[in-house]
């Protein structure tokens, strides 16, 4: 990421923004394209470490059995870098978690899209596993059966950490990244592709992808992520509910 600022008076060059220089004292103002190569080389490095993060958990996956220790490594690998990246623009997310001043139908709203997305999403991925698989059975809660109280867990993997480090992965330091680049509109759309491009499956791309957008206009509209961490939340709670619920009815029904 080397962005050739230079010191007007000594000439020396530095590796990112600084606002005086080392050497000589003297003011350095980072011009509007220096900013903006800035946020062009970190978008890139962030696609490209997410992208190779993503490659080696679908592999480690597939070679790897089920484990706790496992399940912590990845998730405390994502946090450090997802927390690594918006040290670079710490400030600028900060105020992102602002409660904002919202009327009252807004955050009813905040509940309710949650509720309506999952229904959605449950009922569609079932259809597109049977349609191009024969079989609708996946379940994110069953994924931690081999965890003692497997419930918690799956809550906790799936309803609470994703919301909160994905949020600020994508909506927060590359959702910023890209506002200095790119028009808002193309901000929206770039990181709800991202988002979903880096799950890793095809299906989940069909239905991640608009998510991710609405995720994003929330975000450029009201300049907080608590809307998205909210409705992030309530989403992946209610898939992981009703997932427990067809478990449980299955376990009767075999009885």
């Not at 007007?8 to 900013?35: D, L, P, R, W, Y």
Request: glycine share 4%; hydrophobic share 55%.
């Amino acid at each position: 990421m080397h962005t050739n600022i230079e010191c007007k008076q000594c000439h020396k060059q530095f590796v990112k923004a600084v606002n005086f220089c080392g050497f000589c004292g003297a003011s350095i103002q980072s011009t509007k394209v220096e900013k903006r190569n800035i946020a062009l080389n970190l978008v890139i490095v962030f696609f490209i470490t997410f992208l190779l993060f993503a490659l080696a958990v679908y592999l480690i996956n597939e070679r790897l059995e089920s484990s706790l220790v496992k399940e912590l490594v990845i998730e405390l690998a994502f946090a450090s870098l997802v927390i690594g990246f918006s040290l670079f623009d710490w400030k600028a997310i900060l105020k992102t978690y602002k409660v904002p001043k919202l009327s009252g139908n807004i955050w009813a709203w905040t509940f309710i899209i949650p509720i309506l997305s999952s229904i959605v999403v449950y009922y569609f991925v079932n259809a597109m596993n049977t349609i191009l698989f024969g079989d609708s059975d996946y379940s994110y809660f069953e994924s931690y059966l081999y965890l003692d109280n497997p419930l918690p867990w799956a809550i906790f993997f799936v309803a609470i950490l994703p919301p909160i480090f994905e949020e600020l992965a994508f909506r927060g330091f590359l959702f910023n990244q890209l506002q200095k680049i790119v028009s808002e509109r193309m901000t929206i759309v770039g990181t709800a592709f991202l988002f979903a491009l880096v799950h890793f499956s095809l299906i989940s791309f069909l239905w991640i992808f608009p998510f991710g957008l609405l995720l994003g206009y929330l975000r450029s509209k009201y300049k907080t992520l608590w809307l998205g961490i909210i409705i992030h939340f309530i989403h992946n709670l209610i898939i992981i509910l009703w997932d427990y619920y067809d478990y449980q009815n299955l376990i009767h029904f075999l009885e």
